[in-house]
């Protein structure tokens, strides 16, 4: 089920003209909340990923369920006139994480991440103003590369208790929170190949997010290297001469910054539609970044090139499962016999189905014994894991099963996980690397 959200006519605040009156039928935002019927799935403690805080807290008022029913309450003018900067509609969306896990687990697939984007971009239109914590948050792909400067000064302010403190009260980022880890150098430097592979291989557009260029370019250098091997010409997407690095536009979009998301997409568009013109394939390896192509981009007001680039966007390990199923794909995958790999799923690979493409190849691979760690949210949610207030929550949520799970592995098994939040998580608090699945591929080609 599609959410009925259309952010086509936002101003800079990020709030659609639409629903700036708070109309008492709540129009596309209203319909978007009444899709919750109150089954409450959501308050149940069973296997999935809806809904993280609620797994935490076990309290009500931390459900996907007491949200909708709060912004239907706010729509219908029961909570004042200035309800999205209220503190009741504030208490409710605070612990919500995006992880999307209720657009599929909850029988009518409510889609809170899609409502907590709408909610945040009325209360800055409310207010006026963007806090600079959230604005920072919204731009990392523009400033992401400076972080390698800060890594030394962080970690030697955050190691004095009485400075630590000021600056987590004055920036609002967790100090017990690491900085990730920025590569020397990105993929996407200037003179990175455009293609790779033989002329008159199978063509597919490679679209390397700002995690895979600028933390893990290992991982776009393995995507290419297996894709390559698979028989694949690979154009890697790149903006004209001159241009900032393109982005999917997740960031300002889980910040509530609906027109800059809006902008980042269309400059991604602009590159990606004539691609997929040409019958490419739109391969991606950051899951939020390449599902968000799929699933936002019908809301944000696009046009016409939304739903082709949409059908044609797929996750790296459902682009290999694709070819394995067409009976198109030779690639010759091996590990030392009894190699053991435990998997966490990033909750958007789980709410859009794509672990079973995960499953599927990593059983191509001879001698990989590997099973899915059976978890929720990990808790590092963007963001989230990096707010002040949220750290601890963070922590709780993968202490619900996750890290104790990777504490319990051999030091030998392989630890695979596709979302850079969740390898973040990790490396904080089980001290554990996770990989991606491009890496084992690449991996498993060079070992025989």
């Known amino acids: ?235 890697v997407v790149r903006p004209a001469a001159g241009e900032a690095p393109l982005c999917c536009g997740r960031t300002w979009l889980s910040q509530g910054l609906v027109a800059d998301a809006r902008r980042e997409a269309s400059r991604l568009l602009d590159v990606l539609a004539p691609l997929v013109a040409r019958d490419m394939p739109v391969i991606g390896l950051e899951p939020s970044c390449l599902l968000m192509l799929r699933d936002e981009y019908h809301a944000l007001g696009l046009g016409e090139r939304v739903a082709p680039v949409a059908k044609a966007a797929l996750l790296f390990e459902e682009f290999i499962a694709r070819e394995h199923d067409a009976k198109r794909l030779a690639l010759d995958l091996q590990l030392p016999a009894g190699t053991r790999a435990a998997v966490h799923g990033h909750c958007h690979q789980k709410a859009f189905g794509a672990m079973k493409a995960m499953r599927k190849v990593l059983g191509l691979v001879r001698g990989l014994d590997s099973s899915v760690i059976e978890s929720g949210c990990c808790g590092m949610a963007g963001s989230f894991g990096f707010e002040a207030e949220h750290h601890d929550m963070s922590m709780r949520m993968a202490e619900l099963a996750l890290l104790p799970a990777v504490r319990a592995l051999d030091a030998d098994t392989l630890l695979i996980a596709n979302g850079s939040s969740c390898r973040h998580q990790m490396r904080d608090g089980a001290q554990r690397e996770g990989e991606h699945i491009a890496c084992v591929l690449q991996r498993a080609l060079r070992a025989h």
């Not at 009518?108 to 604005?135: C, I, S, Y």
Request: net charge positive.
């Open 1 to 235: 089920m599609q959410t009925e959200l259309d952010w086509s006519a936002y101003d800079s605040y990020g709030a659609g003209d639409a629903y700036a009156q708070l109309p008492a039928q709540g129009g596309g935002f209203g319909k978007a909340a009444s899709v919750c019927i109150g089954n409450r799935q959501c308050q149940r403690d069973s296997n999935g990923v809806m809904c993280p805080s609620f797994r935490v807290t076990g309290d009500p008022v931390h459900s996907t369920f007491h949200r909708a029913q709060t912004l239907k309450a706010a729509l219908n003018g029961e909570l004042g006139t200035h309800p999205f900067v209220g503190a009741e509609l504030a208490a409710a969306m605070d612990l919500c994480v995006g992880c999307k896990g209720c657009k599929r687990e909850c029988p009518n697939g409510t889609d809170m991440a899609l409502l907590r984007t709408e909610a945040r971009a009325r209360r800055w239109r409310a207010q006026g103003r963007v806090p600079l914590r959230e604005r920072l948050f919204a731009s990392l792909p523009r400033w992401l590369g400076l972080m390698r400067w800060l890594q030394r000064p962080w970690q030697f302010a955050t190691a004095v208790p009485g400075l630590s403190a000021l600056i987590e009260r004055v920036s609002g980022i967790a100090h017990r929170r690491s900085l990730p880890r920025i590569a020397a150098r990105p993929f996407l430097a200037p003179h990175t190949l455009t293609a790779y592979g033989a002329e008159g291989g199978r063509e597919v557009a490679l679209l390397v997010d700002t995690f895979s260029n600028r933390i893990d370019p290992a991982i776009a250098e393995a995507a290419v290297d297996v894709l390559v091997a698979a028989g694949c010409r690979v154009h």
